[in-house]
């Protein structure tokens, strides 16, 4: 088994930046590969990144390339979600989740472990 902790969220203007984390925490050797999901109300969960932490190799959708930067600290089994440029339209719950696994790319894989999220609220 794995968990996952989110920490992060918030409230910010449209144009801030905020930084979410993900601990992972028991059978991290699952953990291999690793994305961030947001779902707004009324919306369908959407993949925003990925990651392969072993090698670093990172995934982005069209929504958020070139704002958003996911990293890893693999000493501290922990991944981030940089949101820079952030708009009303990212506002969302956002899930950290791990195990993943299917047919490349990594975001359209299914992931097994889930974190209980974190709220991002961007105003205009």
């Known amino acids: 088994q794995v968990q996952l902790v989110e920490s992060g969220g918030g409230s910010v203007q449209a144009g801030g930046s905020l930084r979410l984390s993900c601990v992972a925490s028991?059978?991290?050797?699952?953990?291999?590969?690793m994305a961030w999901f947001r779902q707004a109300p009324g919306k369908e969960r959407e993949a925003v990144a990925s990651i392969y932490t072993v090698s670093g190799s990172t995934d982005y959708s069209d929504s958020v390339k070139g704002r958003f930067t996911i990293s890893r600290d693999n000493a501290k089994d922990t991944v981030y979600l940089q949101m820079n440029s952030l708009k009303p339209d990212d506002t969302a719950m956002y899930y950290c989740a791990g195990g993943g696994s299917g047919f490349p790319p990594p975001l359209k894989f299914e992931y097994k472990y889930w974190g209980q999220g974190t709220q991002v609220t961007v105003s205009s």
């Open positions: 028991g059978d991290i050797y699952y953990t291999n590969y």
